[in-house]
């Protein structure tokens, strides 16, 4: 077997990763072009984002099993294909419904390329450069993130939101011709896949967040709404069962007999629950009511989007100084006055100049708020546990965002719509306090957190993203054992 290239791995791996992370908020800007072009309503829209993250969210954890036993470079090259392929199929959707398969099978292609990255690139570095690699990784999943509303913007401003996802093909057919002779073949110990585990829960959690997304059409106690989220939870519930008496479970429900590692997961499902589900209105609202054009509302999200991109790399010193429990808390609080501020000085006529400091506030917050639960989380899993740790956090994080799009929509949706900009304020505002106060809650949550374990007290002050996270760049550990991914 042929030995790794360390540059030629990163090339692959890195500019998939920066292509698949761009495409959770590359959509953003393109949803007013997608309501009017093909004729959808909010319900659509929620669609046409959760679809992605729902089916990225629930094969995240069985993906690295698959490729274990099937081969990593063999298993990314096909998610890969898939990722590309549904792009393709999105850019020629005719209706919503296409658009809406197209984006799930594009989620599942990047639930398997993502985990696979990091995979990938750490065993290809060796031990004393791994850090420098990793933090590397976490720069391009970070530029996805911040770049995702520029570039979306831009690309459906210059010529239609077919473009958004047009532009993954070249780039994946490119990575698709490179990954063959780029990356070495390698395989871990083989597992068992929970099959039965993995079509639970996700029909589950479709269930339920079907529910959610069209109570407001067809009313909180109709057959069909209260069917869906009936069955919905208890699916989640056999789920859980089953995962406690499987001998090879995709969750292995010890691991939140911990009361950090349970309390940490909590506040980053609260955490993307309020900020990306605050994020899918506030797009639409400053291209439908403050009239900005798509790459106009890309740039002027920048405060909040890119700043994680400056703040998290300085928070090493504040988690030396006051304890991940107390940046958590702060973290929060952040994010909780720039929601606050947003919801109270929004309005028909508000400019962007009163929206700037919230920005800047939530922005702030998120850097704040990914290197300590990165940490947390892999500080308070058992050892063995780790890589199934970080899988589980960031597919609770993307739960998190499936279910903030599909409540904070229903909360608008039942306050307001889009007939008018004053409608539109007006199912805004309570979406948004709903959001500052989930993450107000959480800000007092993070005070239960117990220290961490002394071994991961000891270790470096920030660890790399857990896997295929929305997260901005962070300082990576020197050295790692194993990738921490599952």
Do not use: C
Not at 222 to 236: E, K, T
């Amino acid at each position: 077997m042929k030995k790794p290239h360390p540059l030629r791995t990163f090339i692959v791996t890195g500019i998939a990763l920066f292509m698949v992370a761009l495409d959770n908020l590359i959509v953003t800007n393109a949803l007013p072009d997608i309501r009017t072009d093909l004729g959808t309503g909010l319900e659509g829209l929620e669609w046409t984002v959760n679809a992605y993250t729902l089916s990225f969210a629930v094969l995240l954890l069985p993906a690295a099993a698959i490729a274990d036993r099937w081969g990593r470079r063999r298993l990314f090259i096909g998610g890969l294909a898939v990722f590309t392929g549904a792009s393709a199929a999105a850019a020629l959707a005719p209706n919503i419904g296409v658009l809406i398969a197209a984006r799930a099978v594009q989620g599942a292609g990047g639930a398997i390329v993502t985990p696979l990255t990091l995979t990938l690139l750490a065993a290809a570095v060796p031990p004393a450069r791994r850090g420098v690699a990793l933090a590397a990784w976490s720069m391009m999943s970070g530029l996805g993130v911040a770049l995702g509303p520029v570039l979306g913007g831009a690309v459906t401003q210059a010529a239609t939101w077919q473009w958004v996802f047009w532009i993954n093909v070249p780039v994946g057919a490119v990575l698709l011709a490179l990954a063959p002779g780029f990356l070495t073949e390698s395989r871990g110990a083989a597992k068992r896949l929970d099959l039965a585990g993995t079509v639970l829960v996700a029909a589950g959690v479709l269930g339920l967040v079907l529910g959610l997304v069209r109570a407001n059409e067809h009313g909180w106690t109709s057959a069909q709404v209260l069917g869906s989220m009936i069955a919905g939870a208890v699916l989640v519930v056999a789920f859980v069962v089953r995962e406690l008496r499987t001998a090879d479970p995709v969750l292995p429900m010890r691991i939140f007999r911990s009361r950090g590692f349970s309390v940490v997961n909590a506040l980053s499902l609260i955490m993307s629950f309020a900020m990306f589900g605050a994020t899918f209105l506030l797009i639409q609202f400053m291209q439908g009511v403050l009239h900005m054009s798509p790459l106009g509302a890309g740039v002027r999200s920048l405060p909040w989007t890119g700043m994680p991109l400056l703040v998290a790399p300085l928070t090493a010193p504040l988690i030396a100084r006051i304890g991940v429990r107390n940046v958590l808390a702060l973290a929060l609080a952040f994010q909780t006055a720039g929601l606050g501020w947003l919801a109270a000085v929004l309005s028909p006529t508000a400019t962007y100049g009163e929206m700037i400091p919230a920005f800047v506030l939530a922005g702030i917050g998120m850097g704040l708020f990914f290197p300590p639960i990165a940490r947390a989380v892999l500080g308070f899993a058992p050892p063995e546990l780790v890589g199934v740790a970080s899988g589980v956090s960031n597919s609770l994080r993307q739960l998190g965002t499936v279910l903030g799009i599909a409540v904070l929509g229903a909360v608008f949706a039942a306050k307001g719509g889009f007939t008018t900009p004053q409608a539109f304020t007006d199912g805004l505002q309570p979406a948004l306090w709903l959001a500052a106060a989930a993450l107000a809650a959480g800000s007092v949550a993070a005070l239960l957190i117990p220290a961490l374990p002394t071994h991961a007290e000891q270790a470096p002050s920030a660890e790399t993203a857990p896997s295929g996270e929305m997260a901005p760049a962070e300082t990576a550990p020197e050295t790692e054992p194993e990738p921490a991914v599952s």
